[in-house]
Every structure is written in C-alpha cells, then in structure tokens.
C-alpha cells in the first residue's frame, strides 16, 4: 500500500516509518527542511518537501497516496530541564495512558486495512500515574535524579495550555483494536522500561 506520512522526521514518524517499511508497504514522508528530509530518507522512505502550511503540496501527496496517517505537532516546552527534576503536577496521582514506540508504529500499520473513518486508541493498557512515570525516569537519570511537583499554573506557564492535557486522569484500554485488529501491545511494563533508560 501507499502511504502518505507527515510527522516523518520525530521520533514516532521514523519508527512508523520503519515498521510501514517492514510491512512492505511505500511511504512518502513530509519533510520541512534537509534535515527532515535526511531523517525520513534514512527511515526508509521517500521525502516530500513542504510543511502543514503546504496546502497544494499536502493535497498532490495525499492523492498519490492509498492511506494517510498525520503524525506532525507542534511542540512545546521542556519544564524539567531547567530545574533538573522530572516534573509532575499538583500530586502526580492522574493516570496516564501509555504505549511503547515499537507498539505504536505495530498499530499504525496494523489499521491501515481497517474501514476508513476507523479510530483506534494507541495504547497499552497499563496506566501509571504521573507521578509514577516521573519517579522511574528520575531513577534513571541516576543518582541525583529527582521529581518535582508543579502546580498547574506553573506547568501552564513552562509548557503552554498542553499542561491542562498531561494533567488529566487518563486511564483508558486498547480493547477495540485487540478485538478489530487483532493488535495486541507487546511492552506491558513502561515503568521498568523507563527506568532502565
């Protein structure tokens, strides 16, 4: 299948990209400067040039294209570096609904044959609270990894109203795309995973 992929270049595009690629599947990527370019090239698939803002180059790709998938954002702040603590806000005690990359790139591929207008959650099925999350990657900073808690004015103001989202208890299943796919997440452990990084 052709697929048409924007977001190519971060760090979910390539390993779509990769796993598309494994599949046997032809990709071509969106790509907004030479570096991008060179980062889905070296993925494995073909570059397109231009942005979001694209309008007439997102249309001529998408038209060549047997399925879409949108990976692009914008991005916002990074509120530990500063500090040198891993962040978490109010008492960390939300859920978040986690996936493993590799997991991730499996269900892209594997939704693709799904019926057009399909929505799949793209998540493993174990959902940690933020605190938790926090905890295990400053364990794996060493030693002096730390946490920190932040009040979600203090998150607003060091990563943009996206703070309000990572605040949010998240607990949510992977239950359709199991039974519809036949996807199942394969990493079911995140918190040791991140805190052997």
């Known amino acids: 299948m052709k697929i048409f992929l924007t977001g190519g270049s971060g760090y979910i595009g390539r390993a779509t990209i990769g796993e598309l690629v494994r599949q046997g599947h032809v990709v071509e990527a969106l790509a907004r400067s030479e570096r991008a370019e060179a980062a889905v090239v070296a993925a494995g698939a ?8 694209d309008l007439d180059v997102l249309n001529q790709a998408a038209a060549r294209a ?15 570096r500063e500090s040198g603590a891993i962040p978490y806000i109010a008492d960390g005690g939300n859920h978040w609904a986690l996936i493993h990359l590799d997991d991730l790139a499996r269900l892209y591929t594997a939704a693709l044959p799904a019926p ?4 799949y959650l793209g998540v493993g099925g174990v959902n940690p609270t933020a605190k ?3 905890e295990a990657c400053a364990h794996a900073a060493g030693p002096a990894g730390k946490t920190v808690s932040l009040s979600l004015a203090e998150a607003r103001e060091r990563i943009s109203p996206i703070a309000d989202a990572f605040a949010l208890d998240q607990q949510l299943t992977p239950a359709k795309a199991q039974r519809e796919l036949g996807w199942t997440p394969v990493h079911a452990d995140p918190l040791t995973e ?4």
């Not at 057009?116 to 929505?119: D, E, K, L, Q």
């Not at 991140?194 to 990084?197: D, G, L, N, T």
């Open 46 to 53: 073909s570059a397109v040039r231009g942005g979001l803002t």
């Open 116 to 119: 057009a207008g399909s929505v």
């Open 132 to 134: 938790e999350v926090a």
């Open 66 to 80: 047997e399925a879409v998938i949108h990976l692009a954002q914008a991005t916002g702040g990074e509120p530990g």
């Open 194 to 197: 991140f805190a052997a990084e």
